[in-house]
């Protein structure tokens, strides 16, 4: 059996970063090991659907290297060093030529892109975007060309689309929904958003599917399921992410859409725990900052000595459409209930009441943002 004490964080972004940080505001003294398979630069995630825009290099939009970061944490950081197993019983952490021990262990290892099929073949000219590596990767395969075919049309398809659009990029969107942001937005919210999108240029084919992906010389076509071909330079693909949990069912731990928590963090083994886009917390896996934030704050407490329940206020989502402003609350404290929708044209309020008229999401676009905060006071807490 490991005899260390060390607080071992598997991942160095915005999760593991801010539970250290969190952590080491209330003991500055624990040993505190993090380990990532990247490079472990500190940048923001939610940049990286603004940075076309504003024209940022990946080096940019890099807010504190490593080396800063470990002098700041007192902590040791392993950086490209991927863990490929945990061994529960030894408590050690392995990867290929080392090991590592651990006292009690954090997963903050993220989530991964959904991949289209056949995708691995069209590397060079269909990519993803989910860390800064990859952000560095699109950039440098962009260069100087012009036109982008986005697919899919959720949150993070949208975001890029605006990017890219404002930056002077053809942009082209397909996915097999009928609208944008299906599973978030009611359809007169998303027939706003697809309007300001589309006065920035970005054309659309909702409804369609993807039969046929090929590499050309020029770059990248689709066929589509109503007979149309697109053609362009590069593909981001933009369907989804799944939750990082490879490790954690290999050692055992419970996992459904993410690594199942308890609200103490708390994996279904008492000395592993998680947040982030990796984790489900009490049922909820949640791929946001504001969620992570409270999860960091409240297991930095737990692992301090302090055991801390997390709980989770209203979190709305600010997207970063600015061709149409956008503030969403998703539903997520009720399934039963209906949108009313008022508004017109970009300005529109849509407000989700159970059948006991209680107000559990929105969604509003346009100048209804402004009736956020006073809704916020309405919702209730997520998790409590
Ligand atoms: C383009 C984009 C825009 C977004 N915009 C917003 C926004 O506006 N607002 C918002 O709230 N949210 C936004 N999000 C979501 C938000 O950024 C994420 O929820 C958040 O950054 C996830 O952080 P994380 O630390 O859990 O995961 P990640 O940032 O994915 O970090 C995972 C870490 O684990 C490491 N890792 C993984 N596997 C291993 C392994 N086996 N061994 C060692 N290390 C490993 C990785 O190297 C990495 O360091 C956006 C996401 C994207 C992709």
Redesign the pocket.
Known sequence: MSDSAALVI???????YNLAREFRKLDKTRELVL????DGRFYS??M??TGFAKGKSAEQLVMQEAGSMAAELNARIMTD???ERIDPVSKTLHWQGGQQAYGELVL????HARALPGAEALADCLLS???LQDYARFRALLGERQRVLIIGAGL?GC??ANDLAAAGIQVQVVAPDAQVMPGLLPAAVATAVQSGLESLGVRFYLGRAVTELQATNAGLEALLDDGQRLQADIGLSAIGLIA?TR?AMAAGLTCGRGIQVDRHLRSSNPQIYAL???AEVAGLNL????P?MAAARALAQTLAGNPTALNYGPMP??V?TPACPLVVSPPVTSSEGEWQVSGSGADISAQFHDPQGVLHGYALSGSCVAEKLQLNRQLPPWLA
């Open positions: 598997v991942g160095t972004g915005l999760a593991g380990i990532s398979a990247d995630k939610p990286l659907s060093t991927r863990i903050a290892c993220g989530a975007i989910n860390n993070i975001e890029f990082n490790l982030g886009d990796c791929m946001y900052v504001m992570l989502v600010m970063k």
